[in-house]
C-alpha cells in the first residue's frame, strides 16, 4: 500500500498537481476573505472560472495517467485530449478578468487587484500545466517536431478562445449545444482576418503571453535535466 501512495504521490508530483493547488488555494482564500469582510458575493464569478480553468488540466492528468498505464493505446488519449481542447481557453481566460477590477468599497482596490492577480497568476499555471502535459505526450507519440507545432498551435487557437469567450460570450460547452454557430463565427474570422483585426491581436497579446510563460517554463525544466 505504501508503494502504491508513494507512487500516486510522484505522478502527482511530476504533473505539478501541488503547486496547482496551492495556487488555487490562496486565490479562494484571497475570495473567501474578502466575503467575510465585505459581507457580499462580489466576483463570486471567479470561482466559477477557476473551477472551468481546472478542467483542461485534469483532462491532461488523464491523458497523462492512461498513457503511463498502457503506452500503446494511443486512441485511449483522444477524449481526454478533445476535451481539454475544447477547455483549454478557459485557463488563460482568468487573466482577462482584470477587466472587472474598480473601486469597491469597504474592501481595498489593492486587495481586489491581489486577489484578481492571484485568480490570473493560477489560470496561467494551469494553462501552463496542461500544455505541458498534452505536448509531452504528442512529443511521445509524434517526435518534437510535432509536439513544438501542437504548442504553438494549441496557444494560438487558445488566445482565440479567449477572445471569443471575452468579447463574443461563448462558452466550451457551447462547442456541443451551438456547435454550427460557434464554428460559423470562428470560420467567419479565420476566413476574413483583415475584417477582425481586433480579433488577432487580442488572441496575439494572449498567445504571446502564453508562450513567454511556457518558454520560461520549459526552459526551467531543460535546465534542471542538464544539472541533473
Known amino acids: 500500500m505504501f508503494e502504491t501512495l508513494y ?3 510522484r505522478f502527482f508530483a511530476n504533473q505539478l498537481l501541488y503547486p496547482m493547488m496551492l495556487s488555487s488555494g490562496l486565490a479562494f482564500g484571497l475570495f473567501v476573505g474578502r466575503v467575510y469582510l465585505s459581507h457580499s458575493w462580489t466576483y463570486r464569478f471567479m470561482v466559477w472560472n477557476l473551477f472551468l480553468a481546472w478542467i483542461p488540466y485534469l483532462c491532461s492528468l488523464w491523458a ?3 498513457h503511463r498505464n498502457a503506452p500503446e493505446r494511443w486512441w485511449a488519449l483522444i477524449v481526454p485530449g478533445a476535451i481539454w481542447f475544447v477547455f483549454f481557453p ?23 487587484l491581489s486577489m484578481l492577480a492571484a485568480f490570473a497568476w493560477t489560470g496561467c499555471l494551469l494553462a501552463i500545466a496542461s500544455l505541458s ?3 509531452t ?19 494560438g487557437l487558445g488566445g482565440l478562445g479567449v477572445y471569443m469567450g471575452r468579447f463574443l460570450r461563448w462558452n466550451s460547452w457551447d462547442l456541443f449545444f451551438q456547435p454550427r454557430s460557434v464554428l460559423a463565427d470562428m470560420a467567419d474570422r479565420l476566413l476574413n482576418p483583415f475584417d477582425h483585426v481586433r480579433t488577432f491581436g487580442f488572441a496575439f497579446v494572449i498567445a504571446a503571453l502564453l508562450f513567454a ?16
Open 133 to 135: 502535459n498534452m505536448h
Open 137 to 155: 505526450l504528442v512529443r511521445a507519440y509524434l517526435g518534437r517536431l510535432v509536439g513544438w507545432l501542437f504548442a504553438l498551435g494549441a496557444l
Open 64 to 66: 497523462a495517467h492512461l
Open 90 to 112: 478557459n485557463a488563460p481566460y482568468l487573466v482577462t478578468d482584470f477587466v472587472h477590477l474598480a473601486e469597491r468599497p469597504p474592501i481595498s482596490f489593492w486587495y481586489d
Open 7 to 9: 507512487r500516486t504521490h
Open 213 to 228: 510563460c511556457y518558454w520560461t517554463f520549459t526552459s526551467i525544466q531543460q535546465r534542471e535535466h542538464i544539472q541533473e
